[in-house]
């Protein structure tokens, strides 16, 4: 199916029914003119996300304010919230809000003010700590309890299950997970002094992440497009401890014969009782949907584009927000729009 989500209806007539893929509305919200960089982080009652050098929030009324600039214009960034503080990483630096302040991150144990210096790329949050992973890096950093503006230089630890670098982290459920390249380690918070992590019996997979920007929550668990060190590539998901592979041969085959699949991202988001993971490829202008409640596949498409349209997502205050890969405009998903960004779904 494109642009099509198939419901199964066991005791209807039909009993599987087609919806139609959600259009896209022009909101009032507009990040100016570049592009949408990372998914939202709700933090002090408003939705954040990063475009173009810009960290911006919207508030329930869609105004949108500039909080502060950081170091980069390109390149996908990361960017969480905890209890006190919003934290993001943008592959060079690491910054922090905590409602009132938008500064970079200044402690010298942080990983970017260390020598010789290590480049943030991914952030994630788990029971009051902020955790960084690092380009070119084996280990996990860990913050100060609800503080992402100090760190302790001892207060990290390396994924030594199997030689391979760290690629993304992500927490869910019971779990902090670390992607390296060729595989996934489930670590839990055990009270430990300095680094309280401890890797999870049994919590090591042979599957790595292939697409940094691919791993993202949804459905109470975490989804990514893996890899094998033996070759292949597939969509996987986190259950527990353990990886387990969701690409049916079809969808594998596509993703397989793609030019590129590294440039990936994925988000997760839940509309009219079903829960989508959401994977696309901006070179290979390919955007594949899982359905989470059906176990079923299904792609979509933009006109004049190739893949969807969306750059990122974030739910708020009942409007489920998206960016556009071309400027700051931002859109959200309705079914009561029957057109993408005005244009004919087909």
Partial sequence: LQNLYAETNKAGKYPIVHYRIPGLKTSTADLGAYSLRSNGALFDGKIYFVAGDTLYSIDPVKTVTSIGTIG?????????????????????DGYTYDGTTFAAIADVDFPANQTPKLLPKHVSYKDGFF????????????????DPT???????????????????????????????????????NAGVQNNPFVKAEGGVSTWGVDAEWSVAEAGDTIFFLGRKRDGGKE??????????????????????????????????????GHEFYVLTFPIGQKTFVYDIKEGLWHTRHSKNIGRWRPNGHGYYNGVHYVGSPANGQMYELDFDTYTDAGDYIS
């Fill in 150 to 188: 100090s760190w302790d230089g001892l207060r990290f630890a390396n994924a030594e299950a199997r030689p391979d670098l760290l690629k993304a982290l992500r927490s869910a459920d019971d779990f902090l997970y670390l992607f390296g390249e060729y595989s996934t380690e489930a670590w839990y």
């Fill in 131 to 146: 955790i960084v992973v690092c380009s070119n890096d084996a280990n996990y950093y860990v913050s100060d309890l609800e």
């Fill in 72 to 92: 980069t214009t390109e390149g996908r960034v990361s960017i969480i919230e905890g209890q006190t503080y919003l934290m993001l990483v943008d592959g060079d």
């Fill in 235 to 272: 969509v996987c998901r986190t259950a527990g401890a353990s990886v387990s592979v969701i690409s049916t041969s079809e969808i594998s085959d596509e993703i397989n014969n793609l030019s590129q699949t590294s440039d990936a991202f994925g988000f997760g988001y839940t509309q009219n």
